[in-house]
Protein backbone atom coordinates (compact mmCIF):
# COMPACT_ATOMS: atom_id res chain seq x y z
CA UNK A 1 0.00 0.00 0.00
CA UNK A 2 1.48 3.24 -0.77
CA UNK A 3 1.33 5.79 2.06
CA UNK A 4 0.52 9.47 1.95
CA UNK A 5 0.87 12.06 4.31
CA UNK A 6 0.32 15.63 4.27
CA UNK A 7 3.37 18.42 5.66
CA UNK A 8 3.01 21.70 7.28
CA UNK A 9 5.28 23.99 6.70
CA UNK A 10 5.72 26.93 9.10
CA UNK A 11 7.79 29.98 9.05
CA UNK A 12 10.28 29.98 12.29
CA UNK A 13 11.82 33.41 11.48
CA UNK A 14 8.45 34.59 13.21
CA UNK A 15 9.24 32.94 16.75
CA UNK A 16 5.09 32.45 17.13
CA UNK A 17 4.11 31.52 20.48
CA UNK A 18 2.80 27.89 20.68
CA UNK A 19 -0.73 28.63 20.91
CA UNK A 20 -0.63 30.94 17.53
CA UNK A 21 1.29 28.45 15.93
CA UNK A 22 -0.83 25.62 16.69
CA UNK A 23 -3.95 27.75 15.30
CA UNK A 24 -1.78 28.79 12.38
CA UNK A 25 -1.23 24.65 11.74
CA UNK A 26 -4.65 23.73 12.29
CA UNK A 27 -5.95 26.45 9.78
CA UNK A 28 -3.05 24.94 7.28
CA UNK A 29 -4.40 21.05 7.84
CA UNK A 30 -7.89 22.05 7.03
CA UNK A 31 -7.48 24.51 4.42
CA UNK A 32 -5.92 21.95 1.74
CA UNK A 33 -9.37 19.72 2.53
CA UNK A 34 -11.52 22.63 2.50
CA UNK A 35 -9.97 24.41 -0.72
CA UNK A 36 -10.77 20.99 -2.56
CA UNK A 37 -13.95 20.73 -1.78
CA UNK A 38 -14.40 24.38 -3.03
CA UNK A 39 -12.68 23.30 -6.23
CA UNK A 40 -14.57 20.44 -7.16
CA UNK A 41 -18.13 21.84 -7.35
CA UNK A 42 -20.01 24.75 -8.34
CA UNK A 43 -22.24 26.80 -6.01
CA UNK A 44 -19.97 26.36 -3.20
CA UNK A 45 -21.24 23.02 -2.09
CA UNK A 46 -19.37 21.45 0.42
CA UNK A 47 -19.32 17.73 -0.99
CA UNK A 48 -15.96 16.08 -1.38
CA UNK A 49 -16.28 13.01 -3.78
CA UNK A 50 -12.90 11.13 -4.14
CA UNK A 51 -11.90 7.82 -5.95
CA UNK A 52 -10.79 5.25 -3.68
CA UNK A 53 -7.15 5.35 -4.62
CA UNK A 54 -7.01 9.24 -4.44
CA UNK A 55 -4.20 10.14 -2.06
CA UNK A 56 -6.86 12.52 -0.12
CA UNK A 57 -9.14 9.34 0.11
CA UNK A 58 -6.27 7.10 1.07
CA UNK A 59 -5.56 10.02 4.01
CA UNK A 60 -8.82 10.63 5.02
CA UNK A 61 -9.84 6.89 5.62
CA UNK A 62 -6.08 6.25 7.35
CA UNK A 63 -3.98 7.62 10.10
CA UNK A 64 -4.12 11.16 8.87
CA UNK A 65 -0.65 11.43 9.03
CA UNK A 66 0.89 14.89 9.36
CA UNK A 67 4.21 16.31 9.62
CA UNK A 68 5.24 19.78 10.59
CA UNK A 69 8.53 21.18 8.78
CA UNK A 70 10.08 24.40 9.79
CA UNK A 71 11.49 27.40 7.12
CA UNK A 72 13.72 30.47 7.54
CA UNK A 73 11.79 32.69 5.36
CA UNK A 74 8.93 33.94 3.46
CA UNK A 75 10.48 33.28 0.26
CA UNK A 76 11.37 29.79 1.45
CA UNK A 77 7.81 29.31 2.11
CA UNK A 78 6.55 30.36 -1.10
CA UNK A 79 9.21 28.19 -2.95
CA UNK A 80 8.12 25.45 -1.78
CA UNK A 81 3.86 26.17 -2.29
CA UNK A 82 4.61 26.99 -5.62
CA UNK A 83 6.41 23.89 -6.40
CA UNK A 84 3.32 21.53 -4.77
CA UNK A 85 1.19 24.05 -7.17
CA UNK A 86 3.54 22.83 -10.12
CA UNK A 87 3.40 19.32 -9.12
CA UNK A 88 -0.31 19.01 -9.05
CA UNK A 89 -0.20 18.43 -5.14
CA UNK A 90 -2.94 20.03 -2.91
CA UNK A 91 -1.58 23.09 -1.45
CA UNK A 92 -2.67 25.91 0.94
CA UNK A 93 -0.42 29.16 1.91
CA UNK A 94 -1.85 30.56 5.73
CA UNK A 95 -2.36 34.40 5.43
CA UNK A 96 -3.05 35.69 9.22
CA UNK A 97 -5.45 38.51 9.19
CA UNK A 98 -3.26 40.45 11.68
CA UNK A 99 -6.08 40.85 14.64
CA UNK A 100 -3.81 39.53 17.68
CA UNK A 101 -0.17 38.56 17.53
CA UNK A 102 1.03 40.69 13.93
CA UNK A 103 0.25 43.90 13.36
CA UNK A 104 -0.88 43.46 9.83
CA UNK A 105 -1.59 40.36 7.63
CA UNK A 106 1.29 38.15 7.97
CA UNK A 107 1.75 35.30 5.76
CA UNK A 108 2.92 32.39 8.37
CA UNK A 109 2.78 28.29 6.62
CA UNK A 110 1.23 26.31 4.18
CA UNK A 111 -0.16 22.89 4.32
CA UNK A 112 1.07 20.03 1.44
CA UNK A 113 -1.03 17.14 0.65
CA UNK A 114 -2.14 14.58 1.47
CA UNK A 115 -0.25 13.10 -1.43
CA UNK A 116 2.29 10.36 -1.37
CA UNK A 117 4.95 10.29 0.42
CA UNK A 118 7.60 10.07 -2.38
CA UNK A 119 5.85 13.27 -4.02
CA UNK A 120 5.99 15.52 -0.78
CA UNK A 121 9.19 14.14 -0.07
CA UNK A 122 10.44 15.47 -3.45
CA UNK A 123 10.18 19.15 -2.55
CA UNK A 124 10.12 19.03 1.34
CA UNK A 125 13.07 16.73 2.23
CA UNK A 126 15.45 19.70 2.42
CA UNK A 127 13.45 21.33 5.54
CA UNK A 128 13.82 20.41 9.43
CA UNK A 129 11.49 19.00 12.20
CA UNK A 130 9.99 22.26 13.52
Partial sequence: MCKVK??????NDLKMRK?????QVAHASLAVILNKMKGCFPNNHRTLYLKDDDPM????SGKFTKVVLKCDSLEELKEVY?????????????TD????????????????????????????RHLRLL
Fill in 6 to 11: QVIIVR
Fill in 19 to 23: GKLAG
Fill in 57 to 60: EIWL
Fill in 82 to 94: NKAWRMNIPASLI
Fill in 97 to 124: CGDTVFNEPTTTCCGIGPDYNEKIDEIT
